[in-house]
């Protein structure tokens, strides 16, 4: 088991760009499959995007264009870069990894999870 720590979330006005960071020790060192998913209160856990241990990378499609994901190999940290904030991505975000990309943005593959940053973005 790996664990997993988020940062960077924030409240911030709609337009505007905030920066996430995943920690996910050791990832580099293995095949390992990284991906940011978001929940709002009531809605199901939503994939958002998703770096595959070969380096591709896949995009939910309510963030296409707007988010992007980065990672810093040295420091273990995977970025999601979130421009141009719709009032609907405000959610909780929350990291998670596993071995390997089995079943894309879905919730149920990933076995490490971090607790999550919160996004708010107001109108």
């Known amino acids: 088991q790996v664990q997993v720590t988020e940062s960077g979330g924030g409240s911030v006005q709609a337009g505007e760009s905030l920066r996430l960071s995943c920690v996910v020790p050791?990832?580099?060192?293995?095949?390992?499959?990284v991906a940011w998913f978001r929940q709002a209160p009531g809605k199901e856990r939503e994939g958002v995007a998703l770096?595959?241990?070969?380096?591709?990378?896949t995009y939910g499609d309510s963030v296409k264009g707007r988010f992007r994901l980065s990672e810093d190999r040295l420091k273990y940290t995977v970025y999601l870069d979130m421009t141009n904030l719709l009032v609907d991505d405000t959610a909780t975000y929350i990291c998670?990894?596993?071995?390997?990309?089995?079943?894309?943005?879905?919730?149920?593959?990933?076995?490490?999870w971090g607790k999550g940053t919160q996004v708010i973005v107001s109108s």
């Open positions: 770096l595959d241990g070969d380096g591709s990378i």
């Open positions: 998670a990894a596993d071995l390997y990309c089995l079943a894309g943005l879905t919730p149920a593959a990933f076995s490490d």
């Open positions: 050791g990832y580099t060192e293995r095949a390992y499959c």
